[in-house]
């Protein structure tokens, strides 16, 4: 199912701006350009995101933001002219997901949506505990535990983790490790990976040098076995 993306803003060239992007990235787009627009588009069909200029005709950004929050637990993405720090850190302490300044780049703004989307995806798994031998992940408190002992991994170890065992048994590659730990829109070296490989290994496996779940294919990616 497309993801259904609100974008409140009444600037069309923004706007129009911002929707052609998003559906060129496969997704589904709604402009409102003002606060009576953006409560009965919201209302008609809940979006998965919401995009929020908080300098709007009307109804105020802020005034839309606590508005959509009373409704719906959706993220919300704000975008200001303003680019005062305080702006900024009220918006995050009201509960903003992100807070882009403008002017943007359309592929800031996208990455910053995949990411507010997936950690909003993530946040609905939290209950989840995976588990492959002695591996043990709680998705919920983030305690990952080997062999029966804590191990303290770093945010990118455990994302980078938990990818390969949700695929455990399957091979990924490094193309789509990156996708999945740093998000799509981020060019990294591919070395990173291997470099965070490494590290993992040194974190779970009884004997890094010879591991036994962290396994290498060679010419190809990495895979988690049991
Ligand atoms: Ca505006």
Same mark, same amino acid.
């Given at each position: 199912?497309?993801?259904?993306?609100?974008?409140?803003?009444?600037e069309s060239s923004v706007a129009e701006a911002v929707s052609y992007t998003?559906?060129? @990235?496969?997704?589904? *787009?709604?402009?409102?350009?003002?606060?009576?627009?953006? &409560? /009965?588009?919201?209302?008609?069909? !809940?979006?998965? &995101?919401?995009? &929020?200029?908080?300098?709007?005709? +009307?109804?105020?950004?802020?005034?839309?933001? *606590?508005?959509?929050?009373?409704?719906?637990?959706? !993220?919300?993405?704000? &975008?200001?002219?303003?680019?005062?720090?305080? /702006?900024?850190?009220?918006?995050?302490?009201?509960?903003? /997901?992100?807070? %882009?300044?403008k002017p943007f780049s359309m592929r800031e703004l996208v990455a910053r949506?995949?990411?507010?989307?997936?950690?909003?995806?993530? +946040?609905?798994?939290?209950?989840?505990?995976?588990? =492959?031998?002695? %591996?043990?992940?709680?998705?919920?408190?983030?305690?990952? =535990?080997?062999?029966? @002992?804590?191990?303290?991994?770093?945010?990118?170890?455990?994302?980078?983790?938990?990818?390969?065992?949700?695929?455990? +048994?399957?091979?990924? =590659?490094?193309?789509?490790?990156?996708?999945?730990?740093?998000?799509?829109?981020?060019?990294?070296?591919? $070395?990173? %990976?291997?470099?965070?490989?490494?590290?993992? $290994?040194?974190?779970?496996?009884?004997? !890094?040098?010879?591991?036994?779940?962290?396994? =290498? %294919?060679? +010419?190809?990616?990495?895979?988690?076995?049991?």
């Open positions: 199912m497309p993801e259904r993306i609100l974008i409140v803003e009444d998003l559906e060129q @990235e496969g997704f589904e *787009t709604q402009i409102a350009r003002d606060g009576r627009e953006a &409560l /009965d588009a919201f209302e008609a069909a !809940p979006p998965t &995101l919401v995009i &929020l200029d908080l300098m709007l005709p +009307g109804l105020s950004g802020w005034q839309l933001f *606590t508005a959509f929050r009373r409704k719906r637990d959706v !993220p919300i993405i704000m &975008l200001t002219a303003r680019t005062e720090e305080a /702006d900024r850190v009220a918006g995050l302490e009201m509960g903003a /997901d992100d807070y %882009v300044p949506v995949r990411t507010v989307l997936r950690r909003s995806q993530r +946040g609905a798994e939290e209950d989840e505990l995976l588990q =492959t031998g002695d %591996v043990q992940v709680d998705m919920g408190s983030h305690e990952v =535990t080997v062999r029966g @002992e804590a191990v303290a991994l770093s945010p990118k170890e455990f994302d980078l983790l938990t990818a390969l065992m949700r695929n455990a +048994g399957r091979v990924r =590659t490094r193309e789509e490790i990156i996708a999945s730990v740093w998000g799509e829109e981020e060019y990294l070296d591919q $070395r990173t %990976v291997d470099v965070h490989i490494r590290w993992l $290994r040194q974190k779970i496996e009884a004997d !890094p040098g010879n591991p036994a779940h962290l396994l =290498t %294919v060679r +010419g190809v990616g990495y895979k988690f076995v049991e």
